[in-house]
């Protein structure tokens, strides 16, 4: 089964810097995406930025980038010029080609962006 | 274009009654999802209906929990009756198709208590 893992359960830092999140994930899955998900207090999942595993190519959503290294397992999100908006629960997800559209979640980074 | 709809928003419930979650997709959406999320925890997948049909419902405790779909639109997760440990937040999902490069779209979720 593939599982999901965010080491860190809580993150700070300071307006305008940047943070990066730590995400890994077991699979024997050739086909597959990798997704981060924004949860706000107001309790929506949004999604922030998603990866292809064919692709070598970093994807990059203005301030919102990841580290996709395939062969370690490790799907990183950096957030640039943190904003007070980009407070919230940050999840890793992870959705494999023999696991339907089933998303397995990590169990969220805790974000905390000081003034 | 409307995102996805749920409610309640809230619900606080006496264990062993019944409860009742309403969810409306994006508009076309074929796929619903529905994941609970219990607290510090990611979301975790329940049910997965294409349009009127359930693909998955392997992690669903069938024995108290129901979901239907009636139309291949709204689709309607039933408690019955609820446990303790059912305290979660609820959350339903939709994506235009099933295939595993489909972005899923949340809705806000339904927060409930089970005292």
């Known amino acids: 089964a593939q599982t999901v893992t965010q080491s860190q359960p809580e993150m700070s830092v300071q307006e305008a810097e940047t943070v990066t999140l730590s995400c890994t994930y077991d699979?024997?899955?050739?086909?597959?995406?990798l997704f981060w998900y924004k949860q706000p207090p107001s309790r929506q999942m949004i999604l922030v930025i998603r990866?292809?595993?064919?692709?070598?190519q970093n994807a990059t959503e203005n301030r919102f980038s990841v580290n996709f290294q395939k062969a370690a397992k490790s799907f990183s999100l950096k957030i640039s010029d943190s904003q007070l908006g980009d407070a919230a629960m940050y999840f890793c997800?992870?959705?494999?080609?023999?696991?339907?559209?089933?998303?397995?979640f990590g169990e969220g980074t805790q974000l905390t962006v000081n003034p | 274009e409307a995102g996805v709809a749920q409610s309640p928003r809230y619900k606080i419930i006496e264990k062993r009654q019944s409860v009742a979650f309403w969810c409306n997709p994006i508009?076309?959406?074929?796929?619903l999802y529905w994941y609970q999320q219990i607290l510090g925890q990611g979301p975790k997948l329940l049910i997965q209906?294409?349009?009127?049909?359930?693909?998955?419902d392997s992690q669903l405790p069938k024995d108290r929990f129901s979901a239907e779909r009636l139309k291949g639109v709204d689709s309607t997760l039933k408690i019955q009756p609820a446990k303790l440990e059912d305290s979660a937040v609820y959350l339903c999902?939709?994506?235009?198709?099933?295939?595993?490069?489909?972005?899923?779209?949340f809705g806000p979720g339904t927060r409930l208590t089970v005292l």
């Open positions: 209906f294409q349009n009127n049909g359930v693909v998955d």
């Open positions: 997800a992870y959705k494999g080609e023999t696991s339907g559209s089933r998303l397995t």
């Open positions: 999902a939709s994506s235009l198709l099933a295939d595993v490069g489909n972005t899923q779209y």
């Open positions: 990866q292809e595993a064919y692709k070598q």
């Open positions: 508009s076309g959406h074929a796929t």
């Open positions: 699979t024997s899955e050739s086909d597959y995406y």
